[in-house]
Every structure is written in structure tokens, then in C-alpha cells.
């Protein structure tokens, strides 16, 4: 009886044998909605998978975990690829997931959403950031293919429309591996550099996984940052990727990005015929009127008769400084009384007029002397007269 008995261990390792050798649990495909998912430092996923009756535990390693084109979430409907087994310490059974795609909707497209909502909440689509395209730019940089259609239909619509700008082509790849680095180089060249006043960024049309690269996070930041404005011209008028969102503005077409970027020539050169022709009419019909006008003035009595207009006013002159001439006579005769009669009081009031009566003043050390008190027995002071002075000195 006792060699039937096992071990914790050997039942785990029996039952996750058991199930490993059922050819159809060795690949598997399972449907459910994710929750407790844990998004582990070690980069590995650990989850559950439910539906309205059950749930299973499931695992998803970092090597499976980083190739999802989308961000797992819970509550999210999926499709879980894997293997079931057995973790044999805790005797569980679980879902290994090799690979997870969203139920109803592609993985990049999902991705996709999810990247946009992301950058919206952040502001990186927002119209105030958006900068202003030149008018007349001397340079324009182009981030394409140096070999697809899409460079040759730029080059074509610059050259027609305004040969006076220079092409600045920094070739790159557009799709597969290394392309989403390659084009975040190009754009932090081009800045870094200044090396063109506006930048078009585009490729031709093809699927999703084509245009995958364009849906880049790191490359969205880098147009959202650049300080030289961007058209993103990718694929067909109907396709829009995250880089169309970010750029300042969006073409539908390489080609319709070419004619935003740059104006077209002859129309600047009707434009300036007709502004040429505007400001000579404008001018003619000044200098017609001028000449009226000097016409007017030259058939005018003051320049027909210039003695008789000279002699009328000589005339008013002379009128004018006769009586400017008078005011002034009697304004002087009026200031004179009154000088004459101040004269009179101030002389009046003089104290050589009291001293002339036969007054006089005794001062010592040029005071006035107004009492007895002032002086003393002996001292000296002087006696002023209405016609000198004299020195005299007070006796006991």
C-alpha cells in the first residue's frame, strides 16, 4: 500500500505531465476578458483570464510581453495564444501566453487608438501648439525614401511651382526595421542644424504594418519639439497616422504637401502685374491731379499780378507798424506818469528832506541813536546834517 503513496511533488509533476502530453493543450487559443494584471519590474505579465462563468490563471514571459503592438489593460476582450501547465510548487494550473491579441480589433489598430488618446491628453495635438508655415521659404526639407515615388512627386511639385527655394532631401527608410530611428535622426538634424525654414515628412500609401513607423511615440515628441514647422504628408489622402496629428499641418498626398509648403510662382508674378499695374494707375491719376492743381495755381492773381498783390500788402504792413508805433507811444507816455509820481512820493518820504527842515541824526556805529540810554559819558558819535556830518562827543 505504501508504494502507492506520493509525494505533493510527484502528484504536481504527474498531473502537469498528464496535461503537457495533450497534444491540444500544448496550443491553445483562449478567449477572455483580462484582469489583476500585473505588469511585474522583471517585465513579465501575470493575469487572470474570465469569462462569465470561470476564470484561469495566466503568464505572460517578457520575451512574449514585449512584442505586443498594444498596452494589455484590464477589462480589455482578448485572445490569448499559449500552452497550459502546471506550476508545480503551487500545484496551479495555468495559461502560458505566447502571444495576445485584442477580440475585435487588430492589435495595431489598437495600438494606434490608444497611442492618440495618449498624446491628445498630453497636448501634443493641441491647434495652439501648431506653428506657422513661411511664406516664402528659401529651404525645404524633405524626410522621405531617396528612391520612392513620393520624393519624385515633391521634387516635381517644388520645381514647377517655385524654383526659387532650395530642395534639402535627408534620405531615410520609411518602413521595416531601424525606419522609426531613422526618422527621429532626420528631424533632430534638420533642427539642430537649422537646416531648412520648413520640413515635410511623408512617404507613399501602403498598409498599416507599412506605415507602422510613423506611428511612433519617440517620433511624434520630436515633431511636437522641433522648432522648424512640419508637414506630414503619409500615405493616401484616407490614411492618417499619429505623425499627421503631431505635424503643424497634414497633407493628404507628398505632392498636396509640396503645394502647402510653397507658393506658386506665377501666381506671384499675376499677382505683382496686377500690383504693378494698380500702383501706375494710381500714380498717373496723382500726378494728373497735381498738375490741375499747379495749373490752378499758376493762372491765380497772385501769380499773374505780383505787383499789385505786393503792393497791398506792403500797404497793410505799413498800416500795421504805424499803429504798433502809436500803442507803443502811448504806452510809454503812460509808464512815464507813473514813474514821475512814484518818483515824487519816494522823494517825499526821503529822510534828506526832514534833515533839509532842519532835523538831524545822531548815529554811533552807523545805529541810530533813539535815547540817552544809548550813549554814555566820553563816547564819541556822529551828528548827520542835511548837509554833511559831524563828530561830536556827550559831555558829563
Same mark, same amino acid.
Given at each position: 500500500m505504501s508504494s502507492s503513496i506520493l509525494t505533493v511533488s510527484q502528484l504536481n509533476f504527474h498531473v502537469k505531465s498528464l496535461i503537457e502530453s495533450d497534444e491540444r493543450l500544448n496550443s491553445i487559443m483562449v478567449r477572455g476578458e483580462i484582469s489583476n494584471l500585473n505588469k511585474h519590474y522583471s517585465g513579465h505579465y501575470y493575469f487572470s483570464l474570465k469569462d462569465g462563468q470561470s476564470v484561469v490563471k495566466c503568464v505572460m514571459f517578457r520575451s512574449s510581453a514585449s512584442k505586443l503592438r498594444f498596452s494589455a489593460e484590464n477589462g480589455m476582450?482578448?485572445?490569448?495564444?499559449?500552452?497550459?501547465?502546471? +506550476?508545480?510548487?503551487?500545484?496551479?494550473?495555468?495559461?502560458?501566453?505566447?502571444?495576445?491579441?485584442?477580440?475585435?480589433?487588430?492589435?495595431?489598430? %489598437?495600438?494606434?487608438?490608444? #497611442?492618440?488618446?495618449?498624446?491628445?491628453?498630453?497636448?501634443? +495635438?493641441a491647434p495652439e501648439h501648431k506653428r506657422s508655415l513661411p511664406r516664402f521659404p528659401k529651404k525645404v526639407g524633405v524626410i522621405t525614401s531617396p528612391t520612392g515615388a513620393a520624393i519624385r512627386d515633391i521634387m516635381n511639385v517644388l520645381g514647377r511651382r517655385y524654383p526659387l527655394c532650395d530642395i534639402v532631401l535627408?534620405?531615410?527608410?520609411?518602413?521595416?526595421?531601424?525606419?522609426?530611428?531613422?526618422?527621429?535622426?532626420?528631424?533632430?538634424?534638420?533642427?539642430?542644424k537649422k537646416a531648412a525654414d520648413v520640413i515635410i515628412i511623408g512617404r507613399g500609401g501602403g498598409s498599416i504594418e507599412d506605415l507602422w513607423s510613423f506611428n511612433s511615440e519617440r517620433l511624434a515628441m520630436?515633431?511636437?519639439?522641433?522648432?522648424?514647422?512640419?508637414?506630414?504628408?503619409?500615405?493616401?489622402?484616407?490614411?492618417?497616422?499619429?505623425?499627421? +496629428?503631431?505635424?503643424?499641418?497634414?497633407?493628404?498626398?507628398?505632392?498636396?504637401?509640396?503645394?502647402i509648403a510653397v507658393p506658386d510662382i506665377h501666381e506671384l508674378r499675376a499677382r505683382t502685374a496686377n500690383y504693378s499695374f494698380?500702383?501706375?494707375?494710381? &500714380?498717373?491719376? %496723382?500726378?494728373?491731379?497735381?498738375?490741375?492743381? &499747379?495749373?490752378?495755381?499758376?493762372?491765380?492773381?497772385?501769380?499773374?499780378?505780383?505787383?499789385?498783390?505786393?503792393?497791398?500788402?506792403?500797404?497793410? &504792413?505799413?498800416?500795421?507798424?504805424?499803429? %504798433?508805433?502809436?500803442?507803443?507811444?502811448?504806452? #510809454?507816455?503812460?509808464?512815464?506818469?507813473? +514813474?514821475?509820481?512814484?518818483?515824487?512820493k519816494l522823494d517825499a518820504l526821503s529822510p %534828506?528832506?526832514?534833515?533839509?527842515?532842519?532835523?538831524?541824526?545822531?548815529?554811533?556805529?552807523?545805529?541810530?541813536?533813539?535815547?540817552?540810554?544809548?550813549?554814555?559819558?566820553?563816547?564819541?558819535?556822529? #551828528?548827520? #546834517?542835511?548837509?554833511?556830518s559831524v563828530e561830536c562827543s556827550v559831555c558829563e
Open positions: 476582450a482578448v485572445i490569448v495564444s499559449g500552452r497550459v501547465s502546471v +506550476f508545480e510548487r503551487d500545484g496551479q494550473y495555468q495559461l502560458y501566453a505566447g502571444d495576445m491579441q485584442p477580440d475585435g480589433i487588430g492589435s495595431l489598430q %489598437l495600438a494606434y487608438e490608444q #497611442l492618440k488618446e495618449k498624446l491628445n491628453k498630453m497636448g501634443v +495635438f535627408c534620405p531615410v527608410l520609411v518602413q521595416g526595421q531601424g525606419s522609426e530611428e531613422q526618422l527621429i535622426a532626420a528631424m533632430r538634424r534638420f533642427n539642430d520630436e515633431i511636437y519639439r522641433s522648432e522648424i514647422p512640419v508637414i506630414s504628408a503619409v500615405g493616401h489622402e484616407t490614411d492618417f497616422t499619429i505623425c499627421d +496629428f503631431a505635424a503643424d499641418m497634414r497633407a493628404p498626398t507628398p505632392s498636396a504637401a509640396a503645394e494698380t500702383l501706375g494707375k494710381y &500714380l498717373k491719376t %496723382l500726378i494728373d491731379s497735381k498738375r490741375r492743381r &499747379l495749373s490752378t495755381a499758376a493762372s491765380s492773381k497772385a501769380l499773374t499780378s505780383m505787383d499789385t498783390v505786393i503792393n497791398i500788402k506792403r500797404e497793410r &504792413l505799413d498800416h500795421s507798424v504805424s499803429r %504798433l508805433l502809436s500803442n507803443m507811444r502811448s504806452a #510809454l507816455s503812460e509808464k512815464s506818469k507813473g +514813474f514821475a509820481s512814484s518818483t515824487a %534828506l528832506k526832514v534833515l533839509s527842515r532842519g532835523y538831524s541824526i545822531a548815529k554811533k556805529q552807523d545805529a541810530i541813536i533813539k535815547s540817552v540810554n544809548d550813549v554814555i559819558a566820553g563816547e564819541k558819535f556822529e #551828528l548827520v #546834517l542835511s548837509d554833511g
